[in-house]
């Protein structure tokens, strides 16, 4: 995250901040380690971690029910590829290529996840050696693919998950994913998309882990402004291509055992190995905790579109709307889509606050259910931090420019439906 966006989404969270009892973490210090399930809450975790956005690790304890830790592993620790490839040998899975860089990530594609099964066993055969090079199967969306299977429950602790619930609703996509890779296999420098919080579980194996900070990223850029692609490159030792990194801070760095869940901080850029052969089951989400962050991000995607094309501004009819399409087709989403995204997750609280929970969404693993669990005052913190960032997105230029007569209900009329019921849940 930049300065500017660091001192938006401050300014958000200045009234929650001042009341957190969260321990600091500093760059290449101490992680707090949270070993039980039994005396660890959702409370203790909310005000110490997602609102302070500090990382922590949870225990195996946390996932010793789950179905993927007792069949997708071996005896000894090492994945079951006979269970996997009974339960999903015709599927088609997305692998990339961790020996070859494409542009700033590895390139992509699409395997029968049997092969990829073959292909790793040949591997560590082959003492971890290969001419097809080191494959890593990521952001496989398993959970949408195969939901009748026994993979894992969610904690408690990521179940306010606004990214999830919204793309549920629209039946579009999720951010819900397997990965599974050969000691070796790796995930370059990056922040996750929308500035989100991650969590990522190991069911088998370990990850060595290296986290920066919130803006300690910025000293990591090229003179170019670029983010390096690994950033364990000695070429960030030359001040000439890297003029900042000697201001930089060594990165927090965890060694992630099996079982155990590491939860990656909001805007926190990080670099990833496998340290063994590992499957790990990762999560993106959003929520009223960082909410703030996600809208300030968007706002510096769309000033970046608007410089990149800023020569065509006069000429082109339509250039605020083309900065909107170019901003979507890189991030995902554009202004428009974020009000929806807004008024999904405002309209699912305000329906539990004003009509409680039916006896169907209560039997069910729905967001109902989920807002229920956790009860009206979290729906209202919910709301309240819906109302401030839905007020920043109406009073914005950009998107007082776009065509808005298609947004049902007007931004005005789900603002004060908003803010009315806040008012009618705290008399």
């Known amino acids: 995250m930049d300065r500017a966006t660091f001192a938006c989404s401050t300014a958000f969270f200045r009234d929650y901040n001042s009341s ?3 321990a600091f973490c500093l760059p290449g210090g101490h ?7 039994e005396s660890f809450t959702y409370s203790d975790f909310f005000r110490d ?19 993927s830790r007792r069949n997708w592993v071996t005896w000894d620790g090492k994945p079951n590829f006979d269970h996997l490839l009974q339960k999903f040998g015709e599927a088609v899975v997305p692998v990339a290529n961790c020996d070859v860089k494409e542009y700033n990530s590895n390139p992509k594609e699409q395997l029968p996840f049997k092969e990829y099964i073959k292909y790793w066993k040949e591997y560590i055969k082959n003492d971890y050696h290969s001419s097809r090079g080191c494959l890593y199967l990521k952001d496989w969306h398993l959970s949408r693919a195969f939901p009748e299977q026994d993979v894992y429950t969610t904690p408690v602790y990521f179940s306010s998950d606004w990214l999830n619930e919204y793309w549920d609703a629209i039946a579009v996509d999720d951010y819900r994913f397997v990965y599974m890779g050969p000691k070796g296999s ?3 420098f990056h922040a996750d998309v929308f500035r989100s919080y991650s969590w990522s579980a190991n069911i088998c194996g370990r990850k060595r882990w290296l ?3 919130a803006g300690q990223e910025e000293y990591l850029k090229d003179r170019h402004g670029n983010l390096p692609f690994d950033v ?12 900042r990194y000697n201001q930089s801070q060594p990165p927090v760095e965890i060694v992630q055992e099996a079982g155990e869940i590491v939860f990656i901080p909001s805007g926190w850029h990080h670099q990833v ?10 999560h993106n989400w959003v929520n009223g905790c960082n909410v703030a962050i996600m809208w300030c991000f968007l706002q510096d995607e769309l000033a970046a579109v608007q410089r990149e094309i800023s020569e065509w501004k006069d000429p082109m009819d339509d250039w605020h709307l083309q900065c909107q399409l170019i901003m979507k087709s890189c991030t995902g989403i554009d202004y428009k889509e974020f009000y929806n995204f807004l008024k999904v997750i ?6 539990v606050l004003e009509n409680g929970l039916d006896d169907e969404a209560s039997a069910k693993n729905t967001p109902k259910a989920a807002i229920s669990t956790l009860g009206m005052l979290h729906a209202v913190f919910d709301l309240k931090r819906t109302v401030k960032v839905l007020t920043s997105l109406s009073a914005n230029e950009d998107f007082k420019k776009l065509d808005l007569t298609s947004l049902s209900p007007p931004p005005e009329a789900l603002l004060h439906h908003l803010k009315a019921a806040i008012d009618t849940a705290l008399l």
């Open 186 to 188: 790796w995930t370059p």
């Open 211 to 213: 986290l920066y900070p």
């Open 49 to 67: 971690y997602l609102i302070p956005n500090h990382p922590c690790i949870f225990s195996a304890k946390f996932t010793e029910d789950w179905g």
């Open 31 to 37: 992680v707090d380690f949270i070993e039980k399930v």
């Open 20 to 22: 957190s009892q969260g």
């Open 232 to 243: 364990t490159a000695p070429s960030l030792q030359d001040r000439s291509v890297y003029p």
């Open 273 to 282: 190995y496998n340290l063994e052969d590992t499957i790990s089951i990762n």
């Open 346 to 351: 405002a309209e699912n609280r305000i329906s």
